[in-house]
């Protein structure tokens, strides 16, 4: 009977090798990096090879660097330097050793000619499309503090004591499992007992590949919403790390995942993301235009923020239709970007979010789009650096823009179509 077990230990629950069926794309996704090399090192793949693994809805076609637009005016210094911060991530990992060591060894003059012997371009698509979405973000800065006060009352939470994870590999993806207590979770859980989770409450799960949720009673359930949240569900749960004066404002922190909050003597208290309570993104820019509150075409941050300070009496109840809820860590401030979800800072114009079941994260990638201000072409070579919950597809990529109001209002108009290569080392499959 243990095989139908899963175990809780110090906090996280592990999942027994004798569960049968398989993670939402992850049987199909190779260790060390995401990708797996099917030729000898170096050597590269066919101009319009196709790879395609069953039941993704991925697929990839080796092209030339010519088929890239503007390719040969790309900025291949900056975008060097970008890789290098991949690097501190990738360079342990077997298919990424040889150009990483390589990328350090480059000088920016070379750049160009680095990218273009040691990688192979795969055009990428989606369910046979190769258009996909396009969208910004950034790093915001908030007002706030870091005591409560009668202007700063709006918490910024750590990560509750309460918030376990189940890791998927190898689980049911429906039905009942149940769960065994081996030890402790943070202190809040002292005796040995079994536990019950039904996998159709937690549908972040489908692309995390875990479970999160707290313990209730004889069961795992899916951890608080937003709305839950907001009311006070968190009180005395988890640990405050300041305060913000606007909750319009910390919503749009979440959205971000990082940001920066300045305290009224100046300093600044640098946030990074933590974890989550792993429930679906809903969009409240949709959900305004299908109340009527503002037209669909008008549901750009800057729009909504301005509708919410307008309606104070409809911000719980707009706020609340998006339940997922990001918990952040406290960072040193520098003057680097933001930590991505690869764990390396992030540089504004070179840096963006993937889903990482199609892109692997950390490798170079080519995007091509339009500018949301100008529409002009916007075709840069940047690094897949970080994910988010509302990135969901193989052609889909959150462009990061930089720090600031600036980077804020470009962001917030982002929405274009955009196309999408990946660039893997010579003989590496996606």
């Given amino acids: 009977m243990a095989g139908k077990f899963l175990s809780l230990r110090k906090g996280w629950l592990v999942l027994p090798a004798l569960l049968l069926g398989g993670c939402f794309f992850h049987p ?9 090399s099917a030729l000898p090192p170096g050597q590269r793949y066919a101009e319009g090879y196709q790879h395609r693994v069953s039941g993704s809805p991925a697929g990839y076609k080796a092209v030339s660097f010519a088929a890239l637009p503007q390719w040969a005016q790309q900025d291949f210094g900056a975008g060097l330097e970008a890789f290098r911060k991949s690097c501190l991530s990738l360079k342990n990992r077997p298919q990424w050793q040889n150009v ?11 750049a160009r000619q680095f990218f273009e ?26 007002q706030g503090s870091a005591q409560q006060t009668a202007q700063a009352r709006f918490p910024i939470y750590g990560v509750p004591a309460d918030l376990v994870s189940v890791p998927l590999v190898g689980a049911p993806q429906s039905g009942t499992v149940r769960i065994r207590l081996t030890g ?18 937690f549908p972040g799960r489908e692309k995390s590949c875990t479970l999160k949720g707290r313990i209730s009673g004889s069961r795992l359930v899916p951890y608080h919403t937003r709305a839950e949240i907001n009311a006070g569900a968190l009180n005395s749960k988890a640990p405050v790390l300041a305060y913000a004066n606007d909750p319009v404002e910390l919503f749009f922190l979440h959205i971000q ?21 792993d429930h679906p993104y809903v969009s409240i ?23 919410l300070r307008a309606y104070p009496d409809k911000l719980a109840e707009v706020l609340g239709k998006n339940p997922s809820y990001v918990f952040f860590r406290q960072l040193p401030d520098s003057n680097d970007g933001p930590i991505g979800s690869l764990g390396v800072p992030l540089t504004g114009g ?18 091509a789009t339009a500018h949301p201000e100008t529409g002009r072409a916007l075709n840069r070579l940047m690094m897949a650096q970080d994910t988010g919950s509302a990135i969901n597809g193989a052609v889909r990529v959150d462009f990061f823009w930089g720090y600031g109001d600036e980077a804020g209002r470009v962001a917030g108009r982002m929405k274009q179509t955009g196309y999408v290569w990946q ?8």
């Fill in 100 to 110: 990483c060591t390589q990328a350090n060894a480059t000088g920016r003059h070379a």
């Fill in 117 to 142: 012997t040691y990688f192979t371009p795969w055009e990428v698509s989606h369910n046979g499309q190769l258009g996909g979405t396009i969208t910004g973000y950034y790093e915001p800065v908030l």
């Fill in 350 to 367: 070179y840096s963006g979010a993937v889903d990482k079941r199609f892109i692997t994260l950390g490798a170079p990638m080519f995007l």
């Fill in 285 to 307: 820019g949709r959900y305004m235009a299908d109340k009527g509150y503002l037209p669909l075409a008008q549901t750009s941050m800057p729009k909504i923020r301005d509708w």
């Fill in 184 to 201: 402790p979770n943070s202190g809040q859980i002292a005796a040995n007992g079994e536990y019950t989770a039904n996998l159709a409450d």
């Fill in 257 to 277: 995942g990082s940001g920066r909050l300045r305290t009224p003597d100046g300093r600044f208290i640098r946030l990074g993301f933590a974890d989550k309570n």
């Fill in 28 to 36: 199909h996704k190779p260790s060390g990096g995401g990708a797996v």
């Fill in 423 to 430: 660039l893997l080392p010579n003989g590496v499959l996606p």
